[in-house]
């Protein structure tokens, strides 16, 4: 029969498996950064990921096919290795999975070993943090135009973004970098997860999750995406974000529906501050602690905050929503402008252009590797991943596939959309029983070929 999983699991049971866990002894491990160079469309990248492996080869946990478990850890487009790294310490010191945490092309910062960001996003000199896509390059004013956008104010208040300047090393940088991932995710993996030793198991956390689900059919030993608030494929993203409007939704309180449909041009990097947790906070604090929340916003701002001081040495800027939000007509402008810079033809152009729009939704074709098991699950206060959009549209819109991965959805009763985020009785989230579920459905079957 095999592991089924669980349609919920109570909040007790969290506070129970999360106490255990934690109070394991570690299973000694060793930490260490995989820092390497790719080529992707004519242009160099750095690419970092971030390693731990049980210290005793075999201590590696081998899954429920016979091969060495590892996993692919992606934070959402803000941050970098740093993100996940509560949850790849708890699934190799706990459960001896070998994990892989990359960052996202030019988020890593290359110029301190400690790859803390300096400083804030926006300094008070008026200078603004940019990505740093390969080593000793660094991205200058003069190459982008600041612009404050109150377009989407309701959801993110003013926006401070940059609009490359066209022909800069910026432009080019910003045209090419999802070709980049693709390149750079295919790598980390490979070299640190081979296919005859190790079965991958991915999950991408918020808008990691196209990204993975992208990964999924492009590495071969990828078995299964372990989907907890992680957005799905950019096209069926994008459908759910049009379902749940701009605001989300959070337990039983009245949704307000607006039109949310991106728009964002290739060139464009968002620029976050104080104000992206505050969008966060408010929601989880409604649903934890219901309106009287409100009589407490001298507090909340606080933790706003503090919650904002601790995040700003992570790189904190993000142009992902092209790939997470499927924004085809962006993705074909970047591919375009990446064919032109390198001399392409015309039929090598198109080429490129397919490649780009083949990001937002799965593959398709008899030489296809299929999306291999998806194993959803949602935490209780998560604004943008409710259960309503995923049992009536996320999931049917898998099952639509051909052929369609097999599906599962997991309600978790306690945690936030950052589910290793602390609160009461749960120090490390419900991070701890997320590693118990996947651990049972590795260990289970669950992503075994039917």
Same mark, same amino acid.
């Given at each position: ?14 506070? $129970? ?5 934690? &109070?394991? +002894?570690?299973?000694?491990?060793? @930490? #260490? ?5 790719? =080529? ?81 996003? $926006? ?5 603004? &943090?940019? +990505?740093?896509?390969?080593?000793? @390059? #660094? ?5 982008? =135009? ?81 989907? $907890? ?222």
């Amino acid at each position: 029969m095999g592991w089924k999983p669980p349609g919920e699991i109570e909040r007790r049971q969290c506070v $129970i498996e999360s106490t255990e866990i934690m &109070r394991r +002894p570690d299973i000694e491990y060793t @930490e #260490h950064e995989d820092l390497f160079r790719i =080529e992707a469309v004519g242009l160099e990248w750095d690419i970092g990921a971030q390693i731990y492996e049980p210290s005793d080869p075999s201590k590696v946990a081998v899954g429920a096919d016979g091969k060495k478990v590892g996993v692919y850890l992606l934070s959402g487009g803000d941050g970098d290795f740093n993100t996940m790294a509560p949850v790849a310490k708890i699934l190799c010191g706990k459960f001896g999975f070998k994990v892989t945490t990359m960052t996202y092309p030019g988020r890593l910062y290359l110029d301190d070993p400690s790859r803390h960001w300096p400083g804030d996003t $926006i300094n008070p000199d008026g200078t603004i &943090r940019t +990505p740093q896509w390969l080593t000793g @390059e #660094h991205i200058t004013p003069d190459q982008y =135009e600041v612009v404050k956008d109150a377009s989407i104010r309701e959801r993110y208040g003013t926006r401070t973004v940059l609009h490359a300047r066209e022909g800069s090393t910026f432009w080019h940088r910003m045209a090419g970098w999802p070709a980049a991932f693709e390149r750079g995710g295919i790598e980390a993996m490979t070299r640190n997860m081979p296919e005859d030793e190790y079965s991958i198991y991915v999950h991408g956390h918020s808008t990691g999750g196209p990204f993975v689900f992208m990964l999924s059919q492009r590495v071969p030993n990828v078995a299964g995406v372990m989907a $907890i608030e992680n957005s799905a494929f950019g096209y069926i993203n994008k459908a759910k974000l049009a379902k749940i409007g701009s605001l989300g939704a959070i337990g039983d309180f009245e949704k307000v529906v607006t039109e949310t449909q991106r728009t964002d041009p290739f060139y464009e990097l968002y620029i976050r501050t104080w104000r992206d947790k505050a969008r966060y906070v408010g929601p989880e604090k409604l649903g934890q602690d219901g309106p009287v929340a409100l009589m407490r916003l001298p507090l909340v701002i606080e933790e706003v905050m503090e919650r904002w001081e601790a995040a700003k040495m992570q790189p904190q800027f993000k142009c992902e929503y092209t790939v997470s939000t499927n924004i085809e007509a962006s993705l074909e402008e970047g591919a375009r402008v990446s064919a032109k810079r390198m001399g392409l033809d015309d039929v090598d152009t198109e080429a490129l252009v397919e490649q780009f729009l083949g990001y937002g939704r799965e593959l398709k074709g008899e030489d296809v590797k299929p999306v291999p098991p998806v194993l959803f699950c949602v935490a209780k206060d998560s604004r943008d991943h409710g259960v309503e959009s995923y049992r009536t549209l996320v999931m049917p819109m898998y099952a639509e596939m051909e052929p369609a991965p097999k599906t599962a959805l997991v309600h978790f009763q306690a945690g936030v959309h950052s589910y290793w985020t602390s609160e009461k009785e749960l120090p490390a989230g419900i991070a701890p029983s997320v590693a118990q579920v996947w651990y049972d459905a590795v260990m289970g079957g669950y992503f075994l070929a039917d």
